[in-house]
Nanobody
């Protein structure tokens, strides 16, 4: 059973910073990619940032230059450093781990989710 435990959310002022953490129950290298998604009230969940097994990163245009995804392999933890926060960054942030498994009948995809952590940006 894969477990993802998030921490680090909270209240920040516009222009402030927060760091989110996502600790996995197993090796992060067992996943093809790990990422952060967010969901604001009344909106669909959207991808914020992703880091692949080989270390490539990708970001939503709205967060480029402000949010940075990274990982600590020894701690099996993925981070999201959030700088220059804006009110529109307010959302519940979810950690995601994605795994692709090749079976006889084809490729099976697995997605695992954390419980979510609230980030509120307000003065």
């Amino acid at each position: 059973q894969v477990q993802l435990v998030e921490s680090g959310g909270g209240l920040a002022q516009p222009g402030g910073s927060l760091r989110l953490s996502c600790a996995t129950s197993g090796s992060i290298f067992s996943f093809n990619a790990m990422g952060w998604y967010r969901q604001a009230p009344g909106k669909e969940r959207e991808l914020v940032a992703v880091i692949t097994r080989d270390g490539r990163t990708n970001y939503a245009d709205s967060v480029k230059g402000r949010l940075t995804i990274s990982r600590d392999n020894a701690k099996n933890t993925v981070y999201l450093q959030m700088n220059s926060l804006k009110p529109e960054d307010t959302a519940v942030y979810y950690c995601n781990a994605h795994r692709s498994v090749t079976l006889e009948m084809g490729i099976k995809e697995y997605d695992y989710w954390g419980q979510g952590t609230q980030v509120t940006v307000s003065s």
